[in-house]
């Protein structure tokens, strides 16, 4: 039995429907009961469980061999980031009480560093909490998701420039669609087992994309003109905080403060396995100008 924490987002649906496909029972676990539909129609089994109800969630886990998770941030919170951190340790001690032979991890780029850079500093907390399990634990490090740029299509649309925090405009980052991610995942879980210890594996698109290459994507797609343009980084604070709590626009600024410096939010130096999906940023981003 293959269960999967957040089966009802991207990445989790993904996995789900690969081991599906390849034959295998899913429990699909889900904080909302009304996403399981095309779950279900898949044949997936539901459970519902929140992250920070440990003792549900180590109910719905139940007999699993393998456990997939991933860590959503809840925006509309009034504290995203110690919403994240209860969640880790929520997702720990359910873990713990469970006792799956497998867990597998989607964690995120820049994860190993050190310092303080954000997002993927949430990351590197969940990591070391995850290794202190007595189990197989494998943790999947992505790039960023590449339909992230759909937010801004159609301001980009509407008025040809596409803003960005991406400075210079013409650096190319590392993202990986998050249909490629659940395959990879789907792959891990299917293959053999690791062994003991944790396993860091990386993972990213076919090649990697600058704030002008996706302009660019965005032109071909709209038929209109469009050209990238930093938010200057005076503007951020102000930028952010009309749409979201100040502890997680905290954390986005200090991400793209690192991934701007570069080097920092990256395949970990001797990095072991590196795994590259196949979806371009025009098939990533088609679906959005479908709507």
Known sequence: MFAIVGAAGNVGYSTSSALRRAGMPVRAILR???KAARLSDIGCEIATADLQDAAALAMAIGDADAVQIII???????DPADGLRRSIEGLFEALTQARPKQVLAISDYGAHVTDDIGMPSMFRDLEARLAQLKTQLRVLRSAEHMHNWGRVIPMAVASGILPTFQDPV???QPTISAHDLGLIAAD???GPESGTGVQVIHAEG???YSANDVAAVVSQLSSRVVRARAVPRSQWQA???PTMPSSLASLLIKANDAKNKGGLVE????AGVVR????????ALRPFFLL
Not at 72 to 78: A, G, H, I, Q, R
Not at 267 to 270: D, E
Not at 276 to 283: A, E, F, R
């Open 32 to 34: 909302d009961r009304a």
């Open 72 to 78: 959503p941030v809840s925006p509309l919170t009034k």
């Open 170 to 172: 013409d650096l190319a």
């Open 188 to 190: 891990f879980l299917l």
């Open 206 to 208: 076919p090649r990697r």
């Open 239 to 241: 930028t952010f905080e």
């Open 267 to 270: 395949i970990a130096p001797n």
């Open 276 to 283: 590259y999906g196949h979806t371009s940023m025009i098939d």
